[in-house]
């Protein structure tokens, strides 16, 4: 599963222990040329190149003079543990830290990894530091646990899961009864440790008949949860279908087999799995999904193959002045669509590759036809398909636009694919001609052609925003020659109640 | 702006500490090898190292097992003879050492344990950095990291003295109380005696509340990281943020003091207040303008550093906040804050439903939309089933057939549930049905080994005055209530929680609540004597998410803070968002 992947890339990578990035250095870097160029930026000031604004930073992330760095001059002079806390302050507050010697790695560590037991409060650093008896409270430090080996026989298995969850390595083998096993199991299920609650069922599942396991797991929840996990994570599919299998759960049984098509990349090989997978125990409604899922991939392999002799074959126009840029295959339904309205559009219904067959083989609501076709038709300037989406004849014969998705979406797809004017004048309402107004150039031909055709006012709000950027631009040149630019894109009738208007109040009053 | 704190605040405990035990004690892990040269990321493609022997530094799961076994395989067969060791962080589980042992390697390796898991990404926010317990525990049920939990707190207590008062809502929140007593029994003395730094802890699980976690975030710090995923207490801005070719790793936290005055702010004023800092600034630079010589060389010296710091920071969250707005704005967020709202308060049901429809139609971005449909089914009790049923089958065309696997995993979890055919119920029918319903809902935990209850969103929200009753408009400027960080729509239910107990000291009075959001046997309170407890520490409170907090709970914690005069410290499982929480539900392609 790539999510933990990331999310470990991810923590590595951002992790504020440096000693673990590649690049802290760069970043520190860049940091600080980003500050030059602003400081630069500000017109006309003061000639000054000096780099003293640079943050010393150790290798471990923090600016030398942070609490770490000072732990050896603190060391041993304080024992008042307040002292020592406001002695620490009044040190950050130096600006002379350069002095400092980088330190190496080598210094005391044992001494950090002690706890006191006297008591009192344990508040400073230099408590650490001090070489009062003290107790590891990092415990067995140095001693790689796998070390120890521990063959008494007489731990009982409360005493035994406890020893576990210490993470010692304990023998299982004498719990042989499975009373005794079961004995065991609960005590790891009541002490709430996932980890030996997992290490428990490994041991059963070595030493116990999967009948005999399964069945005491079907009424301890818990415990099956936890080898259910550990079966997905190992990857033990033969197990777990057989416990899905045992427990009649049909739904989960059919769902793990159909994700395993997911580790399948050949197409056809896909294909067929799939085929396996139709006749599984999912529910009514999935079951039709798996359907077509099958169905898709067929259709997807069939299109994918005409269509990739088709383009090197060089005859079609279509493929030649728009390339493909991806396989369709293992695409969703509605990418397929698309491209089927896309390169496919005119083809008869018979042939596969055709939108209508499409809709009608998976039974695509219109609304959804409707919206994808648009925007298929209109990315390729085909102006009249796109007219004739909305065009119905009424039993008179007259003409009538209608679209089964809300007309501003219609507006949108449209802006986003530079209609021309008339394509939006001939949707007919005019309240849509100001929403599109908004969104073309300020100034351009489509501008002066939309004003012509709607002789509207101009809305105030432009001119307000036009009139508070200046005033921000004057007041802090250097800033805002970053500009807020953002602004301009926002849409009027976006504007309704809660976030944007005051963004902008309060932005330029 | 920026509210400062009351001048009775408590002062936070110095978690620097915990930064240097974790580092001081993986150097002396490194140094038992000798001359640990270069890390490398664990990444599934051979090691191009040729030293003597490697280290791996890894999270303790069966994959990054696999790997480091078929490399050491592959070594052996070439012939190769080298040290392995492997350091898991925190800990190490038997299953990985199961797979080393099954792959032939056991004696090869050797492993050792860094038991680093607090992790102080700001003065009040320990993050144990484990995104993966959200996944593990609430859809998977498996408890692995409640010892880590425990741990995390044991050390705590260790550290800044015992808890004299301890709350807890929560399944996993009650283990992992009950799981840390123990330690605290076995390793006895240690902290008796001491005198508590801290006065009150709070565990709460992430499913008591998923709907707070599952709305747009608003305040500033939220938003940075909705829009770009805060990483670890740092950000990547783009070059559409610094205005430059190169992306900027910038880290936020309480000594960024733009950020700091910004960061739990509605966004709606974060504008004015920078472009006041900015006007400010300018005044500033422009006092130079008639000095002298000795006047401009003590300004040099003294406050342009400063001015240069404030003038960078300000323009990276200027143009964050620029971005932020574009992207906003381009994704119509004014109409989905608006959508979440309705959801929140219960009206125009099926305007929602046709919006989120909308959403999946126009292939909007796929975590949105399944969201949006959480949202939904979590403030209804689940969704009705021809509109599960429909929603459903339009996101598998949309996103991808595969997602199938996704909806049984939300399922599963108690994000998006199908209502029962029926399962419209009053609070007296549920009452009278209650043996029935329990029967059927024993059924359905069966059939999917579901964690999942239902929700009672709306009865709990009316209970605890979740959606605040506004004259007018609400002012943002000058928050009255927690609900400013969801622009005055809503009380984050997590935080009225907390606020409700730490009143009352108790849960009494909230057994309904407690009922209703299913965890009747798993409210707790713990108190001891009072007496070593100072009154400082006693408006200290530690709360623990398990499962995960967002930025726009802290901000509301926050605020009540300072209006009651005491300091929140988080601890968390990992911050989380509502993406982050529909990617961890999300079967990806392998």
Not at chain 1, 39 to 64: A, C, K
Not at chain 1, 411 to 417: C, F, G, P, S, T
Not at chain 2, 19 to 26: E, I, M, N, S, V
Not at chain 2, 150 to 157: E, F, G, K, N, T
Request: proline share 4%; glycine share 4%.
């Amino acid at each position: 599963m790539n999510r933990t992947k990331g999310d470990e890339e991810e923590y590595w990578n951002s992790s504020k222990f440096k000693a673990f990035t590649f690049d802290d250095e760069d970043d520190e870097l860049s940091q600080l040329k980003e500050s030059k160029r602003a400081v630069n930026s500000l017109r006309d000031f003061v000639d000054d190149d000096d780099d003293d604004d640079l943050e010393r930073v150790s290798w471990s992330g923090e600016p030398v003079g942070s609490i770490s760095w000072s732990i050896k001059e603190t060391a041993g002079n304080s024992s008042s543990s307040h002292e020592g806390r406001e002695q620490l302050k009044s040190r950050n507050s130096f600006s002379s830290y350069a002095q400092l010697p980088k330190p190496t790695s080598t210094y005391s560590l044992s001494s950090f990894f002690r706890g006191r037991t006297r008591p009192g409060s344990f508040q400073s650093l230099s408590d650490a530091l001090s070489d009062t008896p003290a107790k590891s409270y990092a415990p067995e430090l140095g001693r790689p646990k796998g070390e120890y080996r521990d063959y008494s026989n007489d731990w009982s298995p409360s005493d035994t899961v406890r020893r576990l969850r210490k993470g010692k390595v304990c023998s299982l083998e004498r719990f042989r009864s499975l009373q005794d096993k079961l004995q065991l199991l609960e005590e790891a299920v009541s002490m709430h440790d996932g980890n030996v609650i997992t290490a428990v069922l490994i041991f059963l599942k070595r030493t116990l008949s999967k009948e005999i396991l399964f069945r005491e797991l079907e009424v301890r929840q818990v415990a099956l949860r936890h080898l259910i996990h550990f079966l997905k994570e190992i990857g033990d599919q033969k197990l777990l279908l057989d416990l899905f299998r045992f427990l009649d759960r049909t739904e989960e049984l059919a769902l793990s087999h159909y994700r395993e098509h997911l580790n399948i990349q050949d197409p056809d090989k896909r294909k067929e799995f799939l085929k396996t997978c139709i006749g599984l125990p999912f529910s009514a409604e999935d079951s039709a999904h798996i359907q077509d899922h099958y169905t898709l991939l067929e259709r997807q392999i069939i299109i994918e193959a005409n269509d990739r002799h088709l383009e090197s074959a060089g005859q079609t126009e279509i493929f030649r002045k728009h390339p493909r840029k991806a396989s369709i295959l293992n695409m969703p339904l509605v990418t397929t669509l698309f491209y089927s309205c896309f390169y496919h559009y005119t083809e008869a219904e018979g042939t596969f590759s055709s939108p209508v067959n499409l809709k009608k083989t998976f039974k695509i609501p219109d609304k959804q036809y409707v919206l994808t076709a648009l925007a298929a038709r209109a990315k390729l300037r085909a102006w009249n398909d796109v007219d004739a989406l909305f065009t119905t004849k009424n039993w008179l014969g007259y003409t009538k636009k209608r679209a089964p998705i809300g007309f501003h979406r219609v507006v949108e797809i449209l802006h986003k694919n530079n209609a021309p004017v008339q394509t939006c004048r001939d949707l007919k309402d005019r309240q849509q001609l100001l929403a599109y107004r908004s969104k073309v150039d300020k100034g351009s031909a489509e501008e002066e052609k939309i004003d012509a055709l709607l002789s509207s006012s101009v809305s105030s709000y432009s001119l307000s925003l036009q009139q508070a950027q200046e005033t921000v631009h004057k007041t802090v040149p250097s800033i805002c020659s970053q500009g807020l630019e953002g602004l301009q894109l926002a849409n009027p009738h976006g504007c309704k109640a809660l976030l944007w208007p005051q963004c902008q109040k309060h932005c330029f009053e | 702006m920026a509210f400062p704190h009351r001048p009775d605040a408590p002062e936070l405990p110095d978690f620097s500490m915990l930064k240097r035990l974790a580092r001081d004690q993986l150097i002396y892990l490194l140094e038992q090898q000798h001359e640990v040269d270069k890390l490398y990321k664990v990444e599934n493609k051979p090691a191009l190292s040729s030293s003597e022997q490697l280290c791996f530094l890894v999270r303790p799961r069966i994959k990054n097992m696999r790997y480091i076994a078929s490399l050491v395989n592959a070594d052996k067969l070439a012939g190769r003879t080298r040290k392995y060791k492997v350091i898991f962080s925190p800990q190490k589980f038997y299953a990985c050492e199961m797979v080393l042992e099954e792959e032939g390697i056991y004696g090869d390796v050797s492993c050792d344990e860094w038991a680093f898991s607090l992790l102080p990404l700001d003065v009040d926010l320990l993050s144990m950095e484990l995104p993966e317990f959200f996944r593990d525990y609430f859809l998977e049920g498996d408890q692995r990291w409640i010892n880590t939990v425990a741990q995390a707190l044991h050390l705590l207590s260790t550290l800044y003295g015992p808890f004299p008062n301890c709350y807890g809502i929560g399944r996993c929140a009650k283990m992992a109380y009950e799981l840390w007593r123990n330690l605290e029994e076995e390793e006895d003395g240690e902290t008796k005696g001491r005198r508590p730094e801290i006065g009150h802890i709070f565990l709460l699980d992430r499913d008591v509340d998923f709907v707070t976690a599952l709305c747009s975030q608003v305040v500033y710090e939220g938003l940075v990281d909705d829009t770009f995923r805060i990483k670890c207490g740092s950000v990547d801005f783009g070059p559409e943020v610094t205005s430059s070719d190169k992306s900027l790793k910038v880290l936020l936290n309480a000594e960024d003091k733009v950020f700091n005055e910004i960061r739990n702010e509605h966004f709606s004023n974060v504008f004015g207040f920078l472009s006041q800092k900015a006007r400010n600034l300018q005044a500033q630079y422009d006092r130079r303008r008639g000095m002298d010589i000795k006047q401009m060389k003590n300004f040099v010296s003294q406050e342009l550093k400063g001015l240069k710091q404030e003038h960078r920071l300000l323009s990276l969250h200027i143009g964050a906040c620029e971005s932020i707005m574009k992207k906003k704005t381009k994704q119509d967020f004014q109409e989905l804050i608006k959508t979440e709202h309705a959801l929140l308060e219960g009206f125009n049901i099926r305007e929602s439903t046709s919006y989120i429809e909308e959403h999946i139609d126009r292939q909007v971005s796929p975590i949105e939309s399944l969201r949006l449909m959480c949202l939904l089914s979590i403030t209804e009790n689940g969704l009705i089933p021809k509109d599960y049923r429909s929603l459903k089958t339009q996101y598998l065309q949309s996103y991808g057939p595969e997602h199938l696997l996704t909806f049984s995993n939300l399922r599963r979890a108690g994000l998006l549930t199908e209502q029962a055919p029926g399962d419209t119920l009053t609070a007296v029918e549920s009452k009278v049905s209650k043996l029935v319903t329990d029967k059927a809902a024993g059924k359905i935990t069966d059939a999917f080994s579901s964690l999942a209850k239902r929700s009672n969103f709306r009865a709990i929200s009316k209970k605890l005055n979740l959606i605040p009753r506004v004259d007018g408009e609400y002012d943002l400027k000058v928050p009255r209530d927690m609900a400013y960080v969801f622009s005055g729509a809503y009380v984050p239910l997590s935080c009225r929680i907390i606020e409700q107990v730490l009143e009352r000291r108790s849960w009494q009075g909230l057994d309904e609540v407690v009922r209703l959001l299913n965890c009747s046997d798993f409210a707790f309170t713990d108190m001891t004597k009072e007496d070593k407890a100072s009154s400082e520490s006693l408006r200290l409170i530690l709360v623990v998410f398990l499962g995960g907090c967002t930025f726009s709970e802290i901000s509301a914690l926050r605020f009540l803070g300072r209006e009651k005069g005491y300091r929140f410290i988080f601890l968390t499982t990992a911050v989380t968002n509502s993406a982050r929480l529909m990617e961890a539900m999300s079967e990806v392609k392998a």
